[in-house]
């Protein structure tokens, strides 16, 4: 078997690694230079520091998606490491998780016609050993001798050095007596804690070897990495397809990559179905369908192919029965062979050693529950098919990755047979795409690989927005969907092939997924080809909150350069040439004097001041926050202020209120004007008054910051007309979107994103309008604007404003949007003057709207939600 090109790019970059680090012998100094040869600081723009947490030794990561062969290109970079970083001991350890994949990995290495193991005797000539952790307590070919003549593989399990069999490998060791003598007598002996001279762990130890550790994520805990520095690692590589937080990631592939490579099938495809007994119908027909499409592509590929449905059921019903006993029982009573069917659960496991590859092997349904475990799958596995209850919390999340290798890793010549299918009756449809799409991203994928269809009697709405069946309609359970009582009713169903196969509803529908499957995955093949290359710098150095444009629109955003406002500005001392620079905000206020205003603006009313509780500005902004007023604090301030005089009173409340004020505020406007504008605040009120403003000084601290931001709004919007009609204040383009952007809360779970994650923090009519900026064709692309972000668009007049989207049109409109409650309140008429002023003065090529939930004011560029979807959408 031939590395794939992405494989091949990994293992370079992996090598780069290992020769900088044999060079500088500094893990963090290595990681350091060679992030600098691609264009990254460790520390700077998202890029995460190197994180030693070995004691010294390096410890770096490489990221590939399940289907892409990690395990092959670790088995690769064993010669890649060994030749960078030479040894007398020629060890490497290969750490697992679970025992199902370490039989998996002991078999593959042991088998001399496997690939994997075909790859270390290539680059070993022939001279390979295999172990286990039995075989090194027995010392069986792990000598002085050996271990300087061959390459020894150590193939071991997380748990090989932990709980009490695992004290073994610390206890003396006669068997191993005469190897650790010797690592003595070269000097290369190590004292492990708690360890025996001649232990196991000691003797690994000793030979200071190559670290393997596949499935890096479940390697997180205290026991795991005191495990890899007992072992004395002279280089750890990580392998896994979702990087734990703090990892050193140095490369990555990407899901475009291994479906241009043909490793995987994609995309992934929803279907809703009415009802349980419908979905488990259709999953045999489709089955049926995509076999009888495969024999016909043997004959013109000569590649066999068998596909597989995987039944997701539940562990218990109502009743109390195993619910895939149940369901296995009425495969068998509609029809299908009982040879043809296994049950596959953590209890039960029917598929044992059987070559599920094999022309002889007749199984074609595959049962199971929860979850299969990381390190199982089958190529042919193509459908799965969820008939867990309507109200079960049974996840699709944990199943969804093993439906994902495509069959001999090459691309079938039918297009059915290159995408995987999801059925599903659940009544939250929105909820199971949320969770296949969780389960794509914890292997490596995104919401991008998913495509959601559906087929009558339910019709296929945009996502998020699946209408379920009304009570009364064909299908409900009230008309009998199978679903009656929320268990697993499947009476009636019949599965056999009847005369006029082809023919009928549950027929059709299935003849409508397979002629869909070829359109979407003629699209999904055409955009997997047009992803550009460079895909192994994302989300290195651990970035995986980085997250650079997506290849497929990152030329239409480069090419785009936004308006905005500019101001002119004095040349310099030395030149009599004008100069124009971003127009902010604190332009329009430099000749802003509060004298000049009076103070009848400033609502004071002590009725609404509270003894108990009061709203204080925060310390480093100007958001407020309520909190109660304590008892005794209340108290002493009025014991404080009941001995001051009227004249003593005001000054303390004045300076109070200053105090209260945050130094965001004060900068802005000047400490010295809100003293003075403070003051005749202060001044002007009565005896009572101040007494009752002292018990709640936030609270007049608010009313005073209040009228100040009022009355400066007013004068930077006056300001700023004067300045344009002056033609001071102009017009032009400016703003470029950033290559990246770094996401605390990163959301990937809707398609049409300009950047590979947009920011998360969207809920109600937010989330309402990402959904429908997903789901139009209209739109190019859409970015989720995160206020006051560097790097973010604003339009910037007299005031700033931050749209909450920016979305691409395909006539090439850049349309900025922001979403609003159900009133044209607070600043949010100020931001529909500005930006329509905005879009005006930019051209065609430039709109904006205001959105309403349900109700939009009578003004220029505000519409309701829905009015926006039909009406500037279409």
């Not at 109390?320 to 596959?344: D, M, N, S, W």
């Not at 009636?492 to 529908?509: E, I, K, W």
């Not at 000054?651 to 105090?659: G, I």
């Amino acid at each position: 078997m031939e590395l794939k090109q992405y494989q091949r790019e990994v293992l370079r970059e992996v090598g780069r690694f290992a020769r900088t680090y044999a060079m500088t012998r500094d893990a963090a100094t290595a990681y350091g230079v060679f992030m600098n040869a691609v264009g990254l600081t460790p520390g700077q723009g998202g890029v995460e520091r190197y994180r030693d947490d070995l004691g010294g030794a390096p410890k770096v990561c490489v990221k590939v998606p399940t289907g892409g062969g990690k395990t092959f290109i670790g088995a690769s970079a064993v010669r890649v490491l060994t030749e960078a970083l030479p040894s007398g001991s020629n060890v490497v350890v290969w750490l697992v998780p679970r025992r199902e994949i370490l039989s998996q990995t002991l078999r593959n290495f042991r088998n001399p016609e496997h690939f994997l193991r075909m790859a270390l005797d290539r680059d070993f000539g022939g001279r390979v050993e295999v172990l286990d952790k039995e075989d090194g307590l027995r010392g069986r070919s792990f000598t002085a001798s050996t271990v300087g003549e061959q390459l020894t593989l150590f193939v071991l399990s997380y748990d090989s050095f932990k709980n009490k069999d695992g004290r073994r490998a610390y206890a003396e060791n006669s068997a191993l007596a005469g190897l650790t003598e010797w690592q003595r007598d070269a000097g290369a002996a190590v004292d492990v804690d708690g360890a025996d001279d001649t232990a196991l762990i000691t003797a690994l130890a000793g030979t200071n070897p190559i670290v393997v550790v596949d499935e890096s994520h479940h390697a997180k805990s205290k026991l795991s990495l005191d495990m890899l520095r007992n072992l004395n690692s002279r280089f750890v590589l990580e392998l896994t397809a979702t990087p734990a937080r703090g990892a050193n990631v140095i490369a990555q592939a990407t899901a475009r990559q291994l479906k241009r490579e043909e490793m995987v099938k994609l995309p992934v495809v929803v279907y809703r179905r009415p009802d349980k007994r419908t979905t488990v119908a259709d999953a045999v027909t489709l089955q049926r369908r995509l076999e009888a499409i495969a024999g016909q592509d043997e004959k013109r590929t000569g590649r066999y192919i068998r596909p597989i449905v995987l039944f997701q059921a539940e562990r218990r019903g109502a009743e109390g029965a195993e619910t895939y006993q149940r369901l296995r029982e009425k495969l068998v009573e509609g029809g299908i062979p009982k040879e043809q069917i296994a049950v596959r659960t953590g209890d039960v496991d029917e598929i044992g050693g059987a070559d599920l590859m094999s022309r002889e092997c007749p199984i074609r349904f595959i049962i199971t529950v929860e979850a299969l475990a990381e390190g199982w799958d089958c190529p042919f596995a193509y459908v799965l098919a969820t008939v867990a209850n309507k109200s079960s919390q049974v996840s699709v999340e944990q199943i969804v990755g093993r439906v994902l290798r495509q069959p001999h890793a090459a691309r079938a010549g039918a297009h059915s047979l290159n995408i995987a299918y999801v059925l599903t009756a659940s009544a939250d449809f929105d909820a199971t795409l949320t969770q296949v799409v969780n389960g794509l991203n914890g292997v490596g994928f995104s919401r991008e690989d998913v495509e959601t269809a559906g087929t009558e009697p339910v019709p296929a709405p945009q996502q998020g927005q699946m209408d379920l069946p009304s009570a009364d309609a064909p299908g409900s359970e009230d008309e009998g969907s199978g679903d009656a009582g929320d268990d697993l009713d499947l009476d009636g169903l019949d599965l056999s092939v009847p005369d006029n196969a082809g023919t009928g509803v549950g027929a059709a529908s299935v003849d409508d997924i397979i002629d869909a499957s070829d359109d979407i995955e003629g699209r999904f093949e055409e955009e997997a080809g047009s992803d550009g290359a460079g895909t192994l710098l994302g989300g290195l150095g651990g970035g995986t909150n980085v997250y650079r444009m997506r290849e497929a629109v990152a030329d239409s955003a480069r090419g785009l350069v936004v308006p905005r406002f500019m101001i002119r500005v004095d040349g310099g001392l030395f030149t009599d040439d004008e100069a124009w620079k971003p127009l902010d905000r604190e332009d329009l206020l430099a000749d802003f004097r509060l004298s000049k205003y009076g103070i009848k603006d400033v609502k004071i009313d002590p009725d609404t001041f509270s003894e108990a509780r009061e709203v204080d500005l925060a310390s480093d902004s100007d958001e407020y926050r309520i909190r109660w007023l304590e008892d005794d604090v209340r108290k002493n301030m009025a014991m404080l202020f009941a001995n001051m005089s009227d004249g003593g009173k005001r000054e303390s409340l004045k300076a109070l209120v200053l105090q209260a004020m945050s130094s965001q505020f004060k900068n802005t406007f000047g400490s010295a004007q809100l003293t003075g504008y403070i003051a005749r605040v202060v001044d002007d009120m009565d005896s009572p008054v101040v007494d009752a403003c002292l018990h709640s000084v936030g609270g007049v601290a608010r009313a005073v910051a209040d009228a100040v931001s009022g009355l400066a709004d007013d004068f930077c919007e006056e300001s700023f007309g004067k300045l344009l009609s002056r033609g001071d204040v102009r017009l032009e383009p400016e703003y470029r979107f950033p290559e990246s952007f770094m996401q605390a809360n990163p959301l990937t779970s809707y398609d049409g994103a300009l950047y590979e994650a947009e920011d998360g923090r969207v809920d109600g009519l937010e989330r309402r309008m990402v959904d429908l900026l997903a789901n139009n064709r209209r739109v190019r692309w859409w970015h989720r604007v995160v206020e006051r972000k560097q790097g973010e668009f604003s339009i910037n007049g007299f005031i700033n404003h931050y749209p909450d989207f920016l979305a691409l049109l395909d006539n090439g409109t850049l349309v900025a949007i922001e979403t609003k409650g159900e009133h044209l309140a607070g600043d949010a008429a100020r931001k529909l003057r500005l930006s329509t002023r905005w879009a005006d003065m930019a051209g065609a090529g430039f709109r904006y709207f205001m959105v309403f939930e349900r109700e939009a004011p009578d003004a220029d560029n505000a519409f309701t939600l829905a009015e926006f979807g039909s009406e500037i959408l279409g």
